[in-house]
């Protein structure tokens, strides 16, 4: 059940204003759900794809998309975020936590 709540809220908040995975689904993952924060990192960028899928559709047949903006940035931010996720893989537990 709260995976249900967990999903709703980051939902709600990743299509109204932009955020979810990181600010709503890893604490409630890794404090309430004790998973690892690693494992709570992952799950949240996995289902973000999703999220933000869904987010951009409603967008773009609302016409609120930039479609050259949002190329620039996704290709420059795959990148980092492959930079990201191997660098939070190679800190330890504790400082992964203390650093989000």
Known sequence: MINLLTGLAAGFFGGLVGLGGGVIMIPLMAVILKMGQLKAH????????????????????NSSVDITASILLASTAIFTARAGARFANALTKWKLKRSF
């Not at 992952?42 to 047949?61: Q, R």
């Open 42 to 61: 992952g799950t949240s960028l996995v289902s973000l794809v999703f999220t933000g899928i869904s987010g951009a559709f409603t967008y773009a047949l």
